[in-house]
T-cell receptor, first 113, second 114 residues
């Protein structure tokens, strides 16, 4: 079946370093992708999105890269801070008739002080 | 309100009982989604509303689950004859439209069936 998944379950980084979180998706019809951050006891929080007509998008301290050829998505966080510690999910959508977001399993980012 | 509001935040119920979970979306958002999240997993799609109608209910696990959005704003997720396996966090999200617009999530309702 089609799925969205993440390569690693956990990622530990030193405060101040850059973080890279990777995601593979298998639905070639997906044309919209979102990264969410979820802290304990809270709902997912939107970080950044990208449409399939782009391969890179930058936000504040975050960059999302999309490689449609290999169906790969990544989230880069610059100068990682303790407040970035959370679970990160990539999600994908086919903007056709079915507009549900399909989430991967999540990766935990742990920032060492 | 400022964001998506879900009530109650926590619900403990006995096996076999009926529960209702409420979602107040962001004002003006026409699309509303329900998801279920088990510990350590990503949110799992249940149902999506565009306005008052359920545009996609393919994620509802069985006929014990039902959701309504009668006036195109507030939505209620209803679970009949609850089972212990229904225990999870139920998340609601809303967005301005259904095509490539970001969805904002509420804090979720933690349902525990004992």
């Amino acid at each position: 079946g089609e799925s969205v998944g993440l390569h690693l379950p956990t990622l530990s980084v030193q405060e101040g370093d850059n973080s890279i979180i990777n995601c593979a998706y298998s639905n070639s019809a997906s044309d919209y992708f979102i990264w969410y951050k979820q802290e304990s006891g809270k709902g997912p929080q939107f970080i950044i999105d990208i449409r399939s007509n782009m391969d890179k998008r930058q936000g504040q301290r975050v960059t999302v890269l999309l490689n449609k050829t290999v169906k790969h998505l990544s989230l880069q966080i610059a100068a990682t801070q303790p407040g970035d510690s959370a679970v990160y999910f990539c999600a994908e959508k086919n903007s056709g008739a079915n507009s549900k977001l399909t989430f991967g399993k999540g990766i935990t980012l742990s920032v060492r002080p | 309100g400022a964001g998506v509001s879900q009530t109650p935040s926590n619900k403990v119920t006995e096996k076999g009982k009926y529960v209702e979970l409420r979602c107040d979306p962001i004002s003006g958002h026409t699309a509303l989604y329900w998801y279920r999240q088990s510990l350590g997993q990503g949110p799992e799609f249940l149902i999506y509303f565009q306005g008052t109608g359920a545009a996609d209910d393919s994620g509802l696990p069985n006929d014990r689950f039902f959701a309504v959005r009668p006036e195109g704003s507030v939505s209620t997720l209803k679970i009949q004859r609850t089972e212990r396996g229904d225990s999870a966090v139920y998340l609601c999200a809303s967005s301005l439209g259904s095509v490539n617009t970001e969805a904002f999530f509420g804090q979720g309702t933690r349902l525990t069936v004992v």
